[in-house]
Nanobody, 120 residues
Framework: QVQLVESGGGMVQPGGSLRLSCVAS????????MSWYRQASGKERELVAS????????NYADSVKGRFTISRDNAKKTTYLQMNILKPDDTAVYYC?????????????WGQGTQVTVSS
């Protein structure tokens, strides 16, 4: 059974930090690019950060560059999102995504999401 399970969300004051984790099971994580998305209330889901399957390349939304860091440990089947200097605008449900395209067929999996609330 394919599963992505996020954890680490919660409530934090502006300027604080959180680390999100996403544990994969039921598929070979090391074959997949991994991403974190977020969706704020009333807004569309947006890409926050992504990392290639081997971890050799990362990409970030302009709004989080310099504050967030995505990383992965394929041996632990876990992807992380370290979030520093959090702002109220970072408040959203954060989703983990696994993505791979092979021979023209796309395989994509999503976690259930974890809530992050930044408020004083």
């Amino acid at each position: 059974q394919v599963q992505l399970v996020e954890s680490g969300g919660g409530m934090v004051q502006p300027g604080g930090s959180l680390r999100l984790s996403c544990v994969a099971s039921g598929f070979p994580l090391s074959w997949y690019d991994m991403s974190w998305y977020r969706q704020a209330s009333g807004k569309e889901r947006e890409l926050v950060a992504s990392i290639t399957s081997a971890g050799s390349s990362t990409n970030y939304a302009d709004s989080v560059k310099g504050r967030f860091t995505i990383s992965r440990d394929n041996a632990k089947k876990t992807t992380y999102l370290q979030m520093n200097i959090l702002k109220p605008d970072d408040t959203a449900v954060y989703y983990c995504n696994a993505d791979r395209t092979i021979f023209g067929t796309r395989y994509a999996y999503w976690g259930q999401g974890t809530q992050v609330t930044v408020s004083s």
